[in-house]
């Protein structure tokens, strides 16, 4: 069983940065891929990056490639993704996600946080 809770969210302007973090409960956090999502209104909840277990293996979509990072902290029980270059299309609600294996496919997730509004100005 694993709980999530995101924080970091907020508004910036285009070009901005900004840092999300997701808290994780439960001992076995170590043992399970995580990853972050983005739903914009009216669209569908989407992939955003993902992080193998031990961190060592990162995935991210096209969209954000080379301007956002996923990194995490096992002894921390933390998950983090760094946004840099931010553009207004990336206005969404931010969810992190725990499952144990590798995947992409949100109807796959067992485990979610309840989200944290990101807003990018232009």
């Known amino acids: 069983q694993v709980q999530l809770v995101e924080s970091g969210g907020g508004l910036v302007q285009a070009g901005g940065s900004l840092r999300l973090s997701c808290a994780a409960s439960g001992r076995t956090f170590s043992s399970y891929f995580m990853a972050w999502f983005r739903q914009a209104p009216g669209k569908e909840r989407e992939f955003v990056a993902g992080?193998?277990?031990?961190?060592?293996?990162?995935y991210y979509a096209d969209s954000v490639k080379g301007r956002f990072t996923i990194s995490r902290d096992n002894a921390k029980s933390m998950v983090y993704l760094q946004m840099n270059s931010l553009k207004p299309e990336d206005t969404a609600v931010y969810y992190c996600?725990?499952?144990?294996?590798?995947?992409?496919?949100?109807?796959?997730?067992?485990?979610w946080g309840q989200g944290t509004q990101v807003t990018v100005s232009s």
């Open positions: 992080i193998s277990s031990g961190g060592g293996i990162t």
């Open positions: 996600a725990a499952d144990p294996k590798i995947t992409y496919r949100r109807d796959e997730y067992g485990y």
